[in-house]
């Protein structure tokens, strides 16, 4: 059945629109690099050049340049990457911490689901975005890393409370309690009776979570609490504010970044929709 899902996501016309756009994207920011390949942190020119000055070194800003006289396409290229990594950073963390908590809960049920569901419940009743805040104010020396496993840190309660649920209605199913009885231990059945039947609701998550950890990291960065010694979107978006681009017109520092967050985010959405429509089947009938 794996390769008809397959067969059915390449006919889904919202999956492979959004399929498109996501490889493009990343096509360009790991080829670009390689034909030109500077420092997104140069300074190079004047500030706020627009888009197709030369340099006095010959070489063509083809979006203009920062505030700081940066290459403004480097910076976006070397920017979009630090987006992903941290996305897909914090996408597997909340995936893997919702994950094993809602497993857990909903299989095993009882005190354990209790007291899981309780610390669920508590995550999702304080809003993550000011425990978020709070964290990388005290953390002064950020790296990608660490903001990407903060953000992962405080995004899973929603989808351990969806696994709960879909964890608990196949517990009692046939097969399961047919490896309780056989003697299966309560990991093997998770790993082998339980979550295969939750394989492509895992893989949607995960895709949602990945593009909801870039814009987290976006929002954070804007405010200017994104990691310090990288260059991200959200960063980007923040040096632009500060030095007031907009009252320029310096278009070219902050609309390609939020045009690029917008395209990623929408992507993703895109694919996790067309997966829904073939993998939900409340939708499909």
């Not at 979550?195 to 976006?218: D, F, G, H, K, R």
């Amino acid at each position: 059945s794996d390769m008809n899902n397959v067969r059915l996501l390449l006919k889904s016309p919202r999956f492979m629109i959004g399929l498109v756009v996501l490889l493009a994207i990343l096509a360009f920011i790991f080829i670009y690099p390689l034909i030109d390949p500077g420092d997104p942190m140069e300074m190079l020119s004047l500030s706020f050049e627009k888009p197709g000055t030369v340099t006095y070194t010959g070489k063509t800003l083809v979006l203009g340049s920062d505030n700081f006289g940066r290459d403004a396409m480097l910076e976006l290229v070397y920017g979009t990457r630090t987006s992903l990594f941290v996305g897909l950073i914090g996408g597997s963390v909340t995936a893997v911490i919702g994950l094993v908590v809602g497993l857990a809960a909903g299989y095993m049920g009882g005190k354990v689901d209790s007291f899981l569901t309780a610390i669920t419940n508590m995550f999702i009743v304080i809003p993550s975005f000011i425990i978020l805040i709070l964290i990388s104010m005290s953390l002064e020396t950020q790296s990608s890393v660490t903001t990407a496993v903060i953000i992962g840190f405080t995004g899973w309660p929603w989808l351990a409370r969806a696994v709960r649920g879909q964890t608990a209605s196949l517990r009692n199913r046939e097969h399961v309690n047919i490896a309780r009885i056989t003697g299966y231990s309560t990991p093997r059945i998770i790993f082998t009776e339980i979550l295969p039947y939750l394989a492509s609701y895992v893989v949607m998550a995960m895709i949602l979570a990945v593009a909801s950890s870039i814009l987290q990291e976006a929002s954070l960065a804007m405010l200017g609490l994104g990691p310090r010694n990288t260059v991200s979107l959200g960063t980007l978006m923040n040096w632009a504010m500060m030095f007031t681009a907009p009252a320029i017109g310096a278009w070219w520092t902050f609309v390609p970044s939020a045009l690029v967050i917008s395209l990623i985010t929408f992507s993703m959405y895109l694919m996790n929709s067309g997966m829904d429509e073939i993998f939900n089947p409340k939708i499909r009938s």
